[in-house]
C-alpha cells in the first residue's frame, strides 16, 4: 500500500508542478498582452490626434483656397 501511496502522490506533485508551470505561462502572458494592449491604446490615441491636425489643417487649406479663388473671381 505504501508504494501505491507513494506512486499517487508522485503523479500528484506532477499534476501540482504541471499547474503551476501553467499559471506561470498564463500570468506572463497576461503580461505580455496588457503591455500589448497598453501600446496599442497609445498608438491609437497618437493616431487620432494625428488625424485630427491633419482635418484641421486641411480644412484650413481648402477655407483658404476658396477664399483666394473667390477673390481671383470676384
Known amino acids: 500500500i505504501s508504494r501505491r501511496t507513494e506512486g499517487i ?11 503551476e508551470n501553467l ?4 500570468t506572463r502572458l497576461e503580461e505580455r498582452l496588457v503591455r500589448q ?3 496599442l491604446e ?7 490626434g494625428t488625424m485630427s491636425r491633419l482635418q484641421s ?4 487649406m481648402v477655407s483658404l483656397a476658396r477664399s483666394s479663388g473667390s477673390k481671383l473671381g470676384g
Not at 502522490?9 to 499547474?19: H, P
Not at 489643417?57 to 484650413?60: R, T, Y
Open 9 to 19: 502522490d508522485d503523479v500528484i506533485e506532477g499534476f501540482n508542478k504541471n499547474i
Open 37 to 39: 494592449f497598453t501600446q
Open 23 to 26: 499559471e506561470n505561462k498564463v
Open 42 to 48: 497609445m498608438f491609437l490615441s497618437e493616431s487620432q
Open 57 to 60: 489643417q486641411l480644412a484650413g
